[in-house]
């Protein structure tokens, strides 16, 4: 390594290590700043969600949403419902 390199890699180093020990130094909150850590949470409230009524279905349902998802897929990729065919 040629002696400019060498200089440039320590002057590197030295800076790279003085940034390291003042770095504590630099994450304290000063007196004018607030520390966000310590502020309070904001206080609200969830609304209420209305309940959700469950609607009972049977199996004839069932069977009507397994044919338009079944639709839905072979119009998508029509080359998938050829070959069960």
């Given amino acids: ?3 400019q390199e060498e ?3 320590q002057k590197a180093t030295k800076a790279f ?3 390291i020990e003042h770095l504590p130094d630099a994450l304290q909150p000063t007196n004018n700043e607030e520390n966000p850590l310590n502020a309070p949470l904001p206080s609200h409230k969830a609304p209420k969600k209305p309940a959700i009524q ?3 279905f049977d ?3 069932l069977e009507e949403a397994a044919a338009d998802i ?3 897929i072979n119009a998508l990729h029509p080359e998938l419902s050829e070959s069960m065919d």
């Fill in 7 to 9: 200089a440039l890699r």
């Fill in 59 to 61: 199996i004839h349902d």
């Fill in 70 to 72: 079944e639709q839905y």
């Fill in 1 to 3: 390594m040629e002696p």
């Fill in 17 to 19: 290590f003085d940034a």
């Fill in 54 to 56: 469950q609607k009972s």
